[in-house]
């Protein structure tokens, strides 16, 4: 693999450099001298990126809506009170 190609398929996943270095546990300047042919691309790489790439990591295409989503726990009654508990004194 040469450091045009690692480019493309980063980009091609809408990936930043700092993202895929993140998702590769290194640096985004590992990344640039990587593309940019300064270092040798590690022998993993490949296998890496094709992980990447099954897994959908990465930013989603410009097109896609972005859903979010609602951090779980105890729902709570729309009076605040916990669920199984009443509002008011003890019974």
Do not use: C, F, H
Not at 46 to 70: M, N, Y
């Amino acid at each position: 693999m040469e450091g045009n190609e690692l480019q493309q398929r980063r980009e091609a996943l809408g990936m930043s450099r700092d993202e895929l270095a993140k998702a590769l546990q290194t640096t985004s300047v590992s990344v640039w001298r990587w593309e940019n042919g300064e270092r040798a691309i590690p022998p993993y790489l490949p296998l890496a990126l094709e992980t990447i790439e099954r897994r959908g990591v990465g930013r989603p295409p410009k097109s896609a809506p972005v859903t979010k989503k609602r951090a779980t726990g105890r729902s709570r009654a729309s009076n605040g009170t916990p669920p199984g508990k009443k509002k008011g004194g003890k019974k």
